[in-house]
C-alpha cells in the first residue's frame, strides 16, 4: 500500500511528537500528513477535518516511564476505541524496551499487544499486515449481510474482530456461549451460520463466531479458515473434551499449551510407524491466564449454583484423534505413551492450532478452552452440558476481564 496519502494520527504528547515524528516518516513524501492527539476530543477535530476518502492510521506512543505504561493507559481510558471501534492502530516506543513493555502489559492486565519501533510503522502498512481506512470506512455503518462470500474478499479488511470463537458442535457447546454475545447481523454463508457482534457490556470487543456442521479435524480446519480471513487477535475454540482417568473431574477447564495427533505415519510389514504432527500454544495470553488461575477457578465455583462446585484448571498438551473413545487404558496405552503430560483428548484443537499457525502468517493466536465431559471410558451424556457451561464461563471471564 501507498503511505504517502495516509493521514498519520499519533497519540502522544506534543513535546515528544514533535521531536520524534520525523522518525514515522517525511510528511508530503511518505506521509500526506501528521497530526498529535492527547483526547477523544483532538481526535474527532481530526477526523472532522478530512475528507470521506482521506486515509486515516493511529500510532499509540507508549510514553511516560516505561514502568507506568502511561501512554498505553492514557489511550485506553481516552474514549477513542469505544467511539471508533473499526481504527486501525499500533502501540510503538523507542529503543530496545518492547519486549520489557509486553511483560509489563501482562502484570497490569492490559490486553497484550505487539509494540513495534517508529521506523516499523511505514514497512507494516506497506506489507498490508496493517490496514489503514478512509474516513468514510472508519464512520460507516456497512452491513456485512449485503456481502456474499465472493464480494467479502474485497471488503474484509474493512470488519475488525479482536475474538473469532469457534465450537465443534452446536448444541451445548455454542449454546452455552451465545449468552455472552450481543448479536449485530450474520455473514452470507450457505454453508456455516457465520455471525458478528460485541461481547455483551463491552461494544468495542467485536467477535465473529460459528460452530461446525460436523465434528473432526477437517470440519475445524475448514471453518477455522473461514473465520481467519478477517484476521481475528484470538481464534478461540471452547467446547468438551476428554480428561486423563484420575487427574481430572467432570468440569475441569482444560487449556492446551500443545496440540498433537497420533494417528499419522507409516504402516509396513512391521506395524505401524506414527509420525507425530504437533502445534505449540504457548503465548503471551496463556501466561496472562496462568497469572489469573485462582481468579479464575473462584469464579467458577462462584457462578455455580448446581452443586457444590471444585471446578479446576488445567494447563498442558491435549492429543487429538479421530475417533470417539470409550474404551479403558486407551489414554494410559495410547495419549500418555505419545506425551506423558498430556491431560485431554478430543477431535478438533489440533486443526484450529494449525490453521492459525498457517493463515495470515502466524498473526492470530489459537487458544484452545475445553472442558472436561468424560474420562474417555464409560461414556454417557450426562456431562455435557455441564462442560460445556464452564468452558463457556472460562471464555467470558477472560474476555470481560482483559486477560486476553
Same mark, same amino acid.
Given at each position: 500500500?501507498?503511505?504517502?496519502?495516509?493521514?498519520?494520527?499519533?497519540?502522544?504528547?506534543?513535546?515528544?511528537?514533535?521531536?520524534?515524528?520525523?522518525?514515522? =516518516?517525511?510528511?508530503?513524501?511518505?506521509?500526506?500528513?501528521?497530526?498529535?492527539?492527547?483526547?477523544?476530543?483532538?481526535?474527532?477535530?481530526?477526523?472532522?477535518?478530512?475528507?470521506?476518502?482521506?486515509?486515516?492510521?493511529?500510532?499509540? #506512543?507508549?510514553?511516560?516511564?516505561? +514502568?507506568?505504561?502511561?501512554?498505553? &493507559?492514557?489511550?485506553?481510558?481516552?474514549?477513542?476505541?469505544?467511539?471508533?471501534? +473499526? $481504527?486501525?492502530?499500533?502501540?510503538?516506543?523507542?529503543?530496545?524496551?518492547?519486549?520489557?513493555?509486553?511483560?509489563?502489559?501482562?502484570?497490569?492486565?492490559?490486553?497484550?499487544?505487539?509494540?513495534?519501533?517508529?521506523?516499523?510503522?511505514?514497512?507494516?502498512?506497506?506489507?498490508?499486515?496493517?490496514?489503514? $481506512?478512509?474516513?468514510?470506512?472508519?464512520? =460507516?455503518?456497512?452491513?456485512?449481510?449485503?456481502?456474499?462470500?465472493?464480494?467479502?474478499?474485497?471488503?474484509?479488511?474493512?470488519?475488525?474482530?479482536?475474538?473469532?470463537?469457534?465450537?465443534?458442535?452446536?448444541?451445548?457447546?455454542?449454546?452455552?456461549?451465545?449468552?455472552?454475545?450481543?448479536?449485530?447481523?450474520?455473514?452470507?454463508? *450457505?454453508?456455516?451460520?457465520?455471525?458478528?457482534?460485541?461481547?455483551?457490556?463491552?461494544?468495542?470487543?467485536?467477535?465473529?463466531?460459528?460452530?461446525?456442521?460436523?465434528? =473432526?479435524?477437517?470440519?475445524?480446519?475448514?471453518?477455522?479458515?473461514?473465520?481467519?480471513?478477517?484476521?481475528?487477535?484470538?481464534?478461540?475454540?471452547?467446547?468438551?473434551?476428554?480428561?486423563?482417568?484420575?487427574?481430572?473431574?467432570?468440569?475441569? &477447564? &482444560?487449556?492446551?499449551?500443545?496440540?498433537?495427533?497420533?494417528?499419522?505415519?507409516?504402516?509396513?510389514?512391521?506395524?505401524? #510407524?506414527?509420525?507425530?504432527?504437533?502445534?505449540?500454544?504457548?503465548?503471551?495470553?496463556?501466561?496472562?491466564?496462568?497469572?489469573?488461575?485462582?481468579?479464575?477457578?473462584?469464579?467458577?465455583?462462584?457462578?455455580?449454583?448446581?452443586?457444590?462446585?471444585?471446578?479446576?484448571?488445567?494447563?498442558?498438551?491435549?492429543?487429538?484423534?479421530?475417533?470417539?473413545?470409550?474404551?479403558?487404558?486407551?489414554?494410559?496405552? *495410547?495419549?500418555?505413551?505419545?506425551?506423558?503430560?498430556?491431560?485431554? $483428548?478430543?477431535?478438533?484443537?489440533?486443526?484450529?492450532?494449525?490453521?492459525?499457525?498457517?493463515?495470515?502468517?502466524?498473526?492470530?493466536?489459537?487458544?484452545?478452552?475445553?472442558? &472436561?465431559?468424560?474420562?474417555?471410558?464409560? +461414556?454417557?451424556?450426562? =456431562?455435557?452440558?455441564?462442560?460445556?457451561?464452564?468452558?463457556?464461563?472460562?471464555?467470558?471471564?477472560?474476555?470481560?476481564?482483559?486477560?486476553?
Amino acid at each position: 500500500m501507498e503511505t504517502k496519502n495516509i493521514n498519520l494520527v499519533v497519540f502522544d504528547e506534543e513535546e515528544n511528537f514533535n521531536k520524534t515524528k520525523e522518525l514515522l =516518516g517525511y510528511e508530503g513524501a511518505t506521509i500526506k500528513r501528521f497530526y498529535c492527539v492527547q483526547s477523544l476530543i483532538q481526535m474527532k477535530e481530526v477526523i472532522n477535518q478530512l475528507d470521506d476518502d482521506d486515509i486515516i492510521f493511529l500510532v499509540i #506512543h507508549v510514553f511516560g516511564t516505561t +514502568k507506568n505504561l502511561k501512554g498505553i &493507559v492514557k489511550f485506553k481510558n481516552s474514549g477513542i476505541l469505544d467511539e471508533y471501534p +473499526k $481504527l486501525s492502530y499500533m502501540y510503538i516506543s523507542e529503543g530496545n524496551k518492547q519486549d520489557d513493555i509486553q511483560k509489563l502489559m501482562i502484570d497490569n492486565r492490559i490486553s497484550v499487544e505487539q509494540v513495534f519501533k517508529y521506523h516499523e510503522v511505514l514497512d507494516e502498512i506497506r506489507n498490508r499486515r496493517k490496514i489503514p $481506512l478512509t474516513k468514510k470506512e472508519l464512520l =460507516g455503518t456497512s452491513n456485512i449481510l449485503n456481502y456474499n462470500t465472493s464480494e467479502l474478499n474485497n471488503y474484509k479488511d474493512d470488519f475488525k474482530f479482536d475474538y473469532a470463537i469457534i465450537t465443534a458442535l452446536e448444541e451445548d457447546e455454542m449454546e452455552k456461549i451465545l449468552p455472552i454475545i450481543e448479536r449485530e447481523g450474520k455473514i452470507d454463508n *450457505s454453508k456455516h451460520l457465520v455471525e458478528f457482534g460485541h461481547i455483551k457490556g463491552y461494544k468495542s470487543k467485536k467477535v465473529i463466531y460459528a460452530s461446525q456442521q460436523a465434528t =473432526g479435524m477437517i470440519d475445524a480446519a475448514i471453518l477455522s479458515t473461514e473465520l481467519l480471513q478477517y484476521r481475528p487477535k484470538y481464534l478461540i475454540m471452547a467446547g468438551v473434551l476428554g480428561g486423563k482417568p484420575k487427574k481430572t473431574n467432570i468440569g475441569d &477447564v &482444560v487449556i492446551a499449551t500443545k496440540t498433537f495427533t497420533i494417528d499419522k505415519g507409516k504402516i509396513d510389514d512391521l506395524g505401524f #510407524h506414527p509420525e507425530i504432527e504437533s502445534s505449540s500454544n504457548e503465548n503471551a495470553c496463556i501466561t496472562s491466564i496462568r497469572r489469573e488461575k485462582q481468579e479464575i477457578t473462584n469464579f467458577l465455583r462462584a457462578e455455580d449454583k448446581t452443586r457444590n462446585s471444585k471446578i479446576k484448571i488445567h494447563f498442558g498438551p491435549i492429543g487429538c484423534v479421530r475417533q470417539v473413545i470409550d474404551l479403558e487404558d486407551y489414554f494410559k496405552d *495410547s495419549i500418555s505413551t505419545t506425551d506423558r503430560k498430556a491431560i485431554a $483428548l478430543e477431535m478438533e484443537s489440533y486443526a484450529v492450532s494449525r490453521s492459525c499457525e498457517l493463515v495470515n502468517n502466524g498473526q492470530t493466536k489459537a487458544l484452545i478452552i475445553k472442558s &472436561v465431559m468424560d474420562n474417555t471410558q464409560d +461414556k454417557d451424556d450426562d =456431562g455435557k452440558s455441564y462442560a460445556s457451561w464452564s468452558s463457556a464461563m472460562f471464555v467470558k471471564y477472560i474476555l470481560k476481564n482483559d486477560i486476553i
